[in-house]
């Protein structure tokens, strides 16, 4: 079974700032990962799917994945109060179901 | 305008009451599946479908149950409803249950069973 792992926070980054959110897993066998953003008491939204080693820019966002490493992780650059959300890692398992890491609470500080 | 929507969004009910909670997608996605979300345990996969008439059980399937008679669709039923299920309900569809898995969400459903 594969496992997602985060560090569940919070992580409070000042406005303007670039946030930097980890994710690591626990087998080999993924080669996709996809960053969710969750406000309070909403549904999680897809920002950025990755599925090759290397990095991945769409606006201010960022996604690093390094398979060797196992890790993948989350830049936000020039962070905004409207940033301030729970960051949701996931990957599919053999079965292509995702597995979810437990998230991590950003907060930005204006 | 593509979505995925669930009806209702809120619902207090009692226990031993059968409940429907219905989830739909316009965009015809292939893959639709159930979460469910509680505080502390992050989203936890209920049952998914693959394509149409074809379901399986996720991690926390006891006490529900599902059907795919129609792409579009994917109903969430509950039974017999107890107060452990008492959770924030989402449903997720994907073109396809591939590692291209790429979900997206329905607006949620906040269920209370007293």
């Known amino acids: 079974q594969k496992e997602v792992e985060q560090n569940s926070g919070p992580l409070s980054v000042p406005e303007g700032a670039i946030a930097s959110l980890n994710c690591t897993y626990s087998?080999?066998?993924?080669?996709?990962f996809f960053w969710y953003r969750q406000y309070s008491g909403k549904s999680p939204e897809l920002i950025m799917s990755?599925?090759s080693n290397g990095d991945k820019e769409d606006g201010r966002f960022t996604a690093q994945l390094n398979k060797a490493s196992q890790y993948v992780s989350l830049l936000i650059r020039d962070s905004q109060p409207s940033d301030s959300a729970t960051y949701l890692c996931?990957?599919?398992?053999?079965?292509?179901?995702?597995?979810w890491g437990a998230g991590t609470k950003l907060i930005i500080k204006p | 305008e593509a979505q995925v929507t669930q009806n209702p969004r809120y619902l207090i009910t009692v226990t031993g009451k059968k409940l429907t909670v219905t989830c739909s997608q316009n965009m015809n996605h292939e893959y639709m599946s159930w979460y469910r979300q509680d505080p502390g345990l992050g989203l936890r996969q209920i049952y998914y479908s693959m394509n149409v008439e074809v379901t399986d059980k996720g991690d926390v399937p006891e006490g529900y149950k599902v059907s795919r008679k129609e792409k579009r669709n994917f109903p969430l039923i509950l039974e017999s409803p107890s107060p452990n299920q008492t959770s924030l309900y989402f449903c997720?569809?994907?073109?396809?249950?591939?590692?291209?898995?790429?979900?997206?969400f329905g607006p949620g459903t906040r269920l209370t069973v007293l």
């Open positions: 087998d080999r066998v993924s080669q996709s």
């Open positions: 990755i599925y």
């Open positions: 996931a990957s599919p398992d053999s079965n292509y179901q995702l597995i």
């Open positions: 997720a569809s994907s073109r396809a249950g591939t590692e291209y898995n790429e979900q997206f």
